[in-house]
């Protein structure tokens, strides 16, 4: 039996090094959250379907920066993508293998710890900002002990032209890490940036990645956030991403998970000024026994504000897969336009999905709609399809793509595109994907 208590007690008493990028005013609240709440178990609201026992059945140490054999970075850029890069490895930034093209006296891409002399203030100011502590022990322990992280901050009326690529490693090299990995995204007026933030393994060890991104969108910003989690089969992987929207913004996200043991991903959307416009998308593919988890949770307080949300995903052999799409609506946020969708096709009779769409409103004024499916692949349209000559397998390949097209077909950067594209045609072929990174551990194996 496994006690999360003592597991508690185990992972603080490996986090000793409080990090400096925190007033002492949030260290306090943080710590205090740690303190007071517990490793989420099945008595958890938010986490009811997803158990953490399978995780703390190990026993992890520390996360330390190692070096990063250049054949993973090369592999993991995306072929024909022109964007500046940082690498990251257990949450640490790794300045020769990034390139970094776009900062200036103004602009700042690179990492946390580089900026936190000329951008101490900023960073106090923002870092935490968004309230991430509350309530989420995982946040609170990444936001005290993380010692390093990327930090983007793009000043008032800039456009920036190429997109910006994180690329995190995560190397238990022989043991079993518990890594701390921390990003703060800051957009002023008037601004716009691409970024993807990529995880990768470059070993088979059982590993914990601990993620936590804070994205502050300024008045008037377009800002498009990409995820993809291509951690290898023995990586769990716990990402807590914050957005806090002002006036005007429009923020745009789409994750698409391919690996890891067990993936929960959760977005957290607050709009802090009226007439902002937010879409999430995301695609999942579990496999074996994998569990990939998506929470996402919008709070709508300000009046004339857009919300979408739309992911998909294909669970095979004995994998299962949970959303929670929950939308809030204030009482005075008026003429809000929020819809969700969750779509989500078993391939065996051994595959689980659970879908929680929620709808909380307190305004009357408002058009708000949510939907989600549970279902197999249409058995009137693989008949019809065989009788004009295609075979069942391709038929079914064919029918799994159009499903996640709509989610696809939106990525922007065309590089990543192609990247995601190629290797969920591989999966949905049941073909492994070694061809891509010829590397002999590839994560998506």
């Not at 072929?79 to 257990?90: C, I, K, M, T």
Request: charge should be neutral; hydrophobic fraction near 35%.
């Amino acid at each position: 039996m496994i006690n999360l208590e003592e597991k508690k007690k185990e992972l603080l008493n490996l986090l000793k090094t409080e990090n400096a990028f925190l007033s002492s005013e949030k260290l306090s609240d943080c710590i205090n959250e740690i303190n007071q709440t517990k490793i989420p178990d099945s008595k958890t609201e938010e986490w009811k379907s997803t158990d953490l026992k399978r995780i703390f059945k190990h026993g992890f140490v520390l996360g330390k920066k190692k070096p990063v054999p250049d054949e993973f970075v090369e592999t993991f850029s995306f072929y024909g993508l022109n964007a500046d890069r940082l690498v990251f490895v257990n949450g640490y930034f790794i300045q020769e293998k990034s390139k970094i093209s776009q900062s200036t006296n103004d602009i700042f891409i690179g990492s946390l710890k580089d900026a936190k002399g000329k951008y101490k203030k900023l960073i106090q100011d923002k870092y935490c900002s968004t309230n991430l502590q509350k309530n989420n022990f995982f946040a609170a322990i990444n936001s005290v002990y993380a010692q390093d992280g990327a930090f983007i901050y793009i000043p008032d009326n800039v456009v920036i032209e190429n997109p910006i690529h994180l690329v995190n490693f995560i190397h238990g090299d022989n043991q079993k890490v518990f890594s701390q990995t921390r990003n703060l995204i800051i957009t002023g007026t008037h601004t716009k940036v691409k970024i993807i933030s990529s995880y990768h393994s470059f070993s088979e060890d059982f590993t914990l990645n601990n993620v936590v991104t804070e994205i502050i969108c300024g008045e008037n910003s377009s800002t498009e956030f990409y995820m993809f989690e291509g951690e290898g089969n023995f990586a769990s992987h716990i990402n807590n991403t914050f957005i806090n929207q002002n006036t005007n913004s429009i923020f745009k996200s789409n994750t698409a998970s391919l690996c890891g043991t067990l993936v929960r991903n959760e977005i957290h959307v607050d709009f802090l000024g009226e007439n902002c416009e937010t879409d999430l998308k995301g695609v999942y593919f579990p496999d074996k026994e994998q569990h990939f988890d998506n929470y996402i949770n919008i709070k709508h307080s300000k009046p004339n504000c857009k919300s979408n949300q739309l992911y998909k995903g294909i669970i095979d052999n004995k994998a299962k897969s949970v959303f929670t799409g929950k939308v809030f609506v204030a009482p005075d946020a008026q003429k809000t336009d929020a819809t969700q969708s969750n779509k989500n096709l078993l391939l065996t009779d051994n595959a689980t999905a659970h879908s929680r769409p929620q709808l909380e409103i307190y305004a009357d004024d408002v058009s708000c709609a949510h939907g989600s499916t549970i279902g197999q692949l249409d058995k009137e349209a693989l008949f019809y399809m065989q009788t004009r000559g295609i075979p069942e397998k391709k038929a079914k390949i064919l029918l799994m793509s159009a499903f996640t097209a709509d989610v696809l077909d939106d990525i922007s950067v065309k590089p990543y595109q192609d990247f995601v594209s190629y290797l969920v045609n591989k999966r949905l072929k049941g073909q492994k994907t070694e061809g891509l990174c010829s590397l002999k551990i590839c994560p998506i194996c």
